[in-house]
């Protein structure tokens, strides 16, 4: 079975500020996808990331970051300077390789005050 | 970049009757489709997995005469509501991919039944 952790339910911080949205996982499988999605008020499912369990190295966009050590079933998202427009609700997912079903975390609702 | 188009975003109907919602791949055929329902304030859970031409795949606890998928080509899924009750009142989206593509989400529908 395959299980995805954000242990974070609410984050609040000042714009500016830096945030990290932690996500741990667990799957029996030896290769997998990671995703991060990001929930804006409006509803919509927005793309972040992909991250394939073969690829470790970190990566980064602008002021986003992601930190994946797979020897702790983590994959970690990073806001650097974080700004108002970053708020919204983020999920972490999980899934097979070529099953196409993902399962998601709870989300984590990032809110960043002026 | 593919594009998944979810018609309509918002509907109201009434006890009793039935609703239809459609998502459309614009510009890449999907063999599968997946229906998401989310809660208020709670993540996304997957109600089913649509295959063109064959039937769907429901997830355990999902009631297949209530939520009806046609995945009748490779660009068009239907999920139809069945005798809404305002219990079905929530937010449905429809995601597509390619092979191991992301997810892409539509915007969502969200239906409230009175």
């Known amino acids: 079975a395959q299980k995805v952790t954000q242990a974070q339910t609410e984050i609040s911080v000042v714009e500016k500020e830096d945030v990290t949205l932690d996500c741990v996982y667990e799957?029996?499988?030896?290769?997998?996808?990671l995703f991060w999605y990001k929930q804006p008020p409006s509803g919509e499912l927005v793309f972040l990331i992909r991250?394939?369990?073969?690829?470790?190295q970190n990566e980064i966009s602008g002021r986003y970051s992601w930190n994946f050590q797979k020897s702790t079933s983590s994959f970690n998202f990073t806001i650097t300077a974080s700004q108002v427009v970053d708020s919204a609700v983020y999920f972490c997912?999980?899934?097979?390789?070529?099953?196409?079903?993902?399962?998601f975390g709870d989300g984590t609702t990032l809110t960043v005050k002026p | 970049g593919a594009v998944v188009s979810q018609h309509p975003s918002r509907v109201i109907c009434k006890s009793g009757t039935s609703v239809k919602i459609e998502c459309r791949s614009l510009?890449?055929?999907?063999?599968?489709m997946f229906w998401y329902r989310q809660f208020p304030k709670q993540s996304l859970m997957l109600m089913a997995t649509s295959n063109e031409g064959s039937k769907a795949t429901y997830e355990q606890g999902v009631e297949k005469d209530k939520f009806l998928i046609n995945h009748a080509s490779l660009t068009l899924s239907t999920l139809t509501v069945t005798s809404a009750h305002p219990e079905d009142s929530s937010f449905y989206i429809c995601?597509?991919?390619?092979?191991?593509?992301?997810?892409?989400f539509g915007n969502g529908t969200r239906l409230t039944v009175t």
């Open positions: 510009d890449f055929q999907a063999t599968t």
């Open positions: 991250r394939n369990s073969f690829d470790e």
């Open positions: 997912a999980l899934r097979r390789t070529n099953a196409g079903k993902s399962t």
């Open positions: 799957t029996r499988d030896t290769t997998y996808y």
């Open positions: 995601s597509a991919s390619v092979g191991d593509s992301p997810l892409h």
